[in-house]
């Protein structure tokens, strides 16, 4: 398995961001979004402006993406941690094998500052974040307008 870290210093190209968003689109499964949205989300992770920025993990098996992080930096330190993770999906034919936790260990090196993340209640997933440390402090609401 090849570990690769896209930042925005490596100036991905249109097709690598829609590569990596079909695969998310995919294979996040019904926890995922649209792929406009998912598009934006690696624009922001991608982005050279100072206020934006963040990094993309991806784990191949030859030309294959088996897994994917995007981590977003918020901008913030203190009162909101500095990323937020927002997309981690391993392809199905993966699931199983500890990828999934390496690829989270890989984020939780890489990420300067501490990280937030979403998770539905039941989502297999949160056990696997809850192995690596993370806590339920809040109960997030949402107003959607």
Same mark, same amino acid.
């Given at each position: 398995m090849n570990f690769q870290t896209l930042t925005a210093i490596d100036s991905s190209t249109f097709l690598e961001k829609n590569e990596i968003a079909d695969f998310l689109f995919v294979h996040l499964d019904q926890y995922g979004d649209t792929k406009q949205d998912i598009l934006k989300c690696l624009d922001y992770a $991608?982005? %050279?402006?100072?206020?934006?920025?963040?990094?993309? $993990? $991806? !784990?191949?098996?030859?030309?294959? #993406?088996?897994? !994917?992080?995007?981590? %977003?930096?918020?901008?913030?330190?203190?009162? #909101?941690?500095?990323?937020? $993770?927002?997309? #981690? !999906?391993?392809?199905?034919?993966?699931?199983?094998q500890g990828l999934g936790k390496q690829l989270m260990q890989k984020a939780i090196d890489l990420a300067k500052g501490n990280i937030a993340l979403h998770v539905e209640p039941d989502n297999p997933a949160k056990g696997l974040y809850e192995k690596l440390g993370f806590t339920n402090k809040y109960l997030e609401m949402r107003l959607n307008k």
């Amino acid at each position: 398995m090849n570990f690769q870290t896209l930042t925005a210093i490596d100036s991905s190209t249109f097709l690598e961001k829609n590569e990596i968003a079909d695969f998310l689109f995919v294979h996040l499964d019904q926890y995922g979004d649209t792929k406009q949205d998912i598009l934006k989300c690696l624009d922001y992770a $991608l982005s %050279n402006y100072p206020h934006q920025g963040g990094f993309v $993990l $991806l !784990a191949r098996d030859g030309d294959t #993406i088996a897994g !994917a992080v995007v981590m %977003n930096q918020t901008g913030m330190e203190g009162y #909101i941690p500095e990323n937020i $993770l927002v997309y #981690i !999906a391993v392809h199905k034919e993966y699931r199983g094998q500890g990828l999934g936790k390496q690829l989270m260990q890989k984020a939780i090196d890489l990420a300067k500052g501490n990280i937030a993340l979403h998770v539905e209640p039941d989502n297999p997933a949160k056990g696997l974040y809850e192995k690596l440390g993370f806590t339920n402090k809040y109960l997030e609401m949402r107003l959607n307008k």
